[in-house]
T-cell receptor, first 115, second 116 residues
Framework: GAVVSQHPSRVICKSGTSVKIECRSL??????MFWYRQFPKKSLMLMAT?????????EQGVEKDKFLINHASLTLSTLTVTSAHPEDSSFYIC???????????FGPGTRLLVL | AQSVTQLDSHVSVSEGTPVLLRCNYS??????LFWYVQHPNKGLQLLLKYTSAATLVKGINGFEAEFKKSETSFHLTKPSAHMSDAAEYFCVVSDLPSAGANNLFFGTGTRLTVIP
């Protein structure tokens, strides 16, 4: 149980285009989902916290207009990287948590390469 | 505030020898603690979790960790390393979970290399 999927696993796009990444909890209802970014050989950096039916809460320094997050249902959250630039190239990982739970279950990650 | 220190950024062991990955935490209360493993280009997999029950926690793939409050430590061990254990390991402390907010604080990670 507690499986989280991400799609796509890898995406290459041109600079200036937008890319949407999906995060799904497959066998549980996730009231809260989280989006992280990971740079090579580094730990995870929390970008935003997404609650079902509410606006996402962004960490300091993360542009909310650039990284659009939608959490429309208890099993799906999406991250859209708008007008992507090469510096947005990174590994993006989502996680999901049940209400009042402690454990976050992580997706397999999405590798984004912006040319 | 909660924080985690992973004392070694890189640990190298020979196959078949014991593994020790060190983690110290800081918390204003009795925390929950996790170890996650990340293989290259993959997401994080939960290895084990401590939640104030038994202080010795057994996880998957033969790993275990011992919570020592007096030392504020939660070191990860395995008696015999396999080649497949080569990965990045994160020690994580949990804040009191509150609805809608992040609760996890990550260490900087320890890269485990297993030498054949």
């Amino acid at each position: 149980g507690a499986v989280v999927s991400q799609h796509p696993s890898r995406v290459i796009c041109k600079s200036g285009t937008s890319v949407k990444i999906e995060c799904r909890s497959l066998d549980f209802q996730a009231t809260t989902m989280f989006w992280y970014r990971q740079f090579p050989k580094k730990s995870l950096m929390l970008m935003a916290t997404s609650n079902e039916g509410s606006k996402a809460t962004y960490e300091q320094g993360v542009e909310k207009d650039k990284f659009l997050i939608n959490h429309a249902s208890l099993t799906l959250s999406t991250l859209t990287v708008t007008s992507a630039h090469p510096e947005d190239s990174s590994f993006y990982i989502c996680s999901a948590r049940i209400r009042d739970g402690e454990t976050q279950y992580f997706g397999p990650g999405t590798r984004l390469l912006v040319l | 505030a909660q924080s985690v220190t992973q004392l070694d950024s890189h640990v190298s062991v020979s196959e078949g020898t014991p593994v020790l990955l060190r983690c110290n935490y800081s918390s204003s209360y009795s925390p929950s603690l996790f170890w996650y493993v990340q293989h290259p280009n993959k997401g994080l997999q939960l290895l084990l979790k401590y939640t104030s029950a038994a202080t010795l926690v057994k996880g998957i793939n033969g790993f275990e960790a011992e919570f020592k409050k007096s030392e504020t430590s939660f070191h990860l061990t395995k008696p015999s390393a396999h080649m497949s254990d080569a990965a990045e390991y994160f020690c994580v402390v949990s804040d009191l979970p509150s609805a809608g907010a992040n609760n996890l604080f990550f260490g900087t990670g320890t890269r485990l290399t297993v030498i054949p």
